[in-house]
């Protein structure tokens, strides 16, 4: 994907409007993990030593479209409306849409990543109250070339999510140059991720250092893949990753399946899997993937061993009470949580053999430390594999290397998890696709 970045194009004294991802974990008006505002400081810094008015404008959270005249309910509040009897479903209509108009403002607003921002480039970051408003306007004209602006949440607006005609022409009025660095949204065909492109308001569209650095490692991997190349998945369903399994197949030489879906595979291969995990109408399709694997020359590595316990753990990290048996002698009153002592063994060898791994997915329920021991090993063995390429494919594989301290052992770290994936897939996706060619 030959895309031209910000180095590609003249910016001094223009007009930047950069899409980054800013949608960072909160709790109690504090951010709680600031990476990605760290990870999208050296597309700012750049573009404000090379004298670009900065225009910043990102998402967080699912709002209620709060301004906008009309407030939609979101999926678990319309659930619950149309739960009650009819006569009282309109109170409870405007009782919901009454609370989101008061809270999401507070709970969703990027003030404080406006103010994080100030304390990371000097006090030259101004925060608007709106997005498309008077505040914006305003703020948009003041801005000098060096200083930056912060529209506030683009998804107070359905125009966001709607790609709505008027929305993107006003966003694209605030600017010369767009630059998409928002490589965790860029498969979203949204109005600041694609459609202010695709409608021809803006004219000159490039990737930031996030995207081009996604596209030079994670594409580059795909396409130019130095063998022997292993992919590793894990995570909790089949149906998540049905093309990614195709098409991985197609590209690696070993495909190692761990995490919840492997005991679909399990199943598919006549094994008893008790209380685990199971997409009972994918086991067709895991027969199908096991059959192609076998007609490639592919080898696709399944558990042979797993930890089993009575029950989930609840909460979530709670301790628990486990042992390890063979994947052919798996309790009917037992169920699947982690990968087993030899299944870690069978994987590392394959993985430290590599010259190109990517992974996305854990092995196990890894925020549990009884049941973090497979995606651990997933992780050392990643560190482990002497001049290989290693890739962590965001989501959870990446949470979980971040909080287990391996994070710079690898050769890189997806923003975006369902960009990954869809990457993985080898679909295009809308927010780099609109961008220019070299």
């Known amino acids: 994907m030959n895309k031209k970045s910000v180095t590609d194009v003249d910016v001094k004294g223009k007009r930047v409007l950069v899409r980054c991802d800013f949608n960072v974990p909160m709790k109690d008006g504090k951010i709680t993990d600031e990476n990605r505002i760290i990870g999208a400081l050296p597309t700012?810094?750049?573009?404000?030593?090379?004298?670009?008015?900065?225009?910043?404008?990102?998402?967080?959270?699912?709002?209620?479209?709060?301004?906008?005249?009309?407030?939609?309910?979101?999926?678990?509040?319309?659930?619950?409306?149309?739960?009650?009897p009819a006569d009282e479903q309109a109170k409870a209509t405007a009782e919901y849409i009454e609370k989101a108009k008061k809270n999401d403002p507070v709970k969703l607003t990027l003030k404080p990543v406006a103010d994080r921002l100030n304390e990371l480039l000097g006090n030259k970051v101004t925060f608007a109250k709106d997005v498309i408003g008077p505040d914006a306007e305003a703020k948009v004209a003041a801005c000098k070339p060096g200083e930056c602006v912060l529209l506030e949440n683009l998804r107070f607006y359905a125009g966001e999510e709607g790609r709505d005609e008027a929305f993107c022409k006003k966003l694209a009025s605030y600017c010369d140059v767009y630059v998409n660095d928002a490589f965790g949204t860029a498969h979203r065909s949204h109005a600041s991720t694609a459609a202010i492109v695709e409608y021809g308001f803006v004219k000159t569209a490039v990737c930031g250092f996030l995207i081009q650095k996604e596209l030079e490692v994670m594409a580059d991997s795909?396409?130019?893949?130095?063998?022997?190349?292993?992919?590793?998945?894990?995570?909790?369903?089949?149906?998540?990753?049905?093309?990614?399994?195709?098409?991985?197949?197609?590209?690696?030489?070993?495909?190692?399946?761990?995490?919840?879906?492997?005991?679909?595979?399990?199943?598919?291969?006549?094994?008893?899997?008790?209380?685990?995990?199971?997409?009972?109408?994918?086991?067709?399709y895991c027969k199908d993937m096991m059959q192609k694997a076998k007609d490639m020359g592919k080898e696709l590595l399944l558990p042979i061993d797993t930890v089993v316990a009575k029950d989930f753990p609840n909460p979530i990290d709670a301790p628990i009470d486990v042992k390890t048996v063979k994947v052919s002698e798996i309790p009917a009153d037992m169920e699947g949580l982690d990968i087993g002592e030899e299944t870690r063994k069978l994987f590392a060898d394959a993985i430290k053999g590599a010259k190109t791994v990517i992974w996305n997915g854990p092995m196990g329920v890894f925020e549990n430390p009884t049941l973090a021991k497979g995606t651990i090993a997933i992780?050392?063995?990643?560190?482990?594999?002497?001049?290989?390429?290693?890739?962590?494919?965001?989501?959870?594989?990446?949470?979980?290397?971040?909080?287990?301290?391996?994070?710079?052992?690898?050769?890189?770290?997806?923003?975006?998890?369902?960009?990954?994936l869809e990457l993985f897939e080898g679909k295009v996706l809308p927010g780099i696709a609109c961008l220019n060619d070299k």
Not at 55 to 73: A, Q, R, T, Y
Not at 234 to 255: M, P, R, W, Y
Not at 390 to 418: E, N, R, W, Y
């Open 44 to 84: 700012i810094k750049y573009l404000m030593e090379q004298g670009a008015k900065v225009i910043l404008c990102s998402h967080m959270g699912k709002p209620h479209n709060v301004f906008d005249e009309k407030v939609k309910l979101n999926k678990k509040e319309k659930k619950a409306v149309e739960a009650l």
């Open 222 to 284: 795909l396409e130019h893949r130095v063998r022997p190349f292993v992919a590793v998945l894990g995570g909790a369903k089949v149906a998540d990753k049905l093309n990614v399994i195709s098409n991985l197949l197609n590209k690696c030489d070993t495909l190692i399946i761990g995490g919840g879906m492997a005991y679909t595979f399990l199943k598919a291969k006549g094994y008893e899997i008790g209380k685990s995990l199971v997409d009972d109408e994918k086991i067709g």
């Open 379 to 420: 992780a050392e063995a990643m560190a482990e594999a002497k001049d290989a390429t290693t890739i962590i494919g965001g989501g959870d594989s990446a949470a979980a290397v971040q909080q287990l301290g391996f994070a710079d052992k690898m050769t890189h770290i997806s923003t975006g998890g369902g960009a990954s």
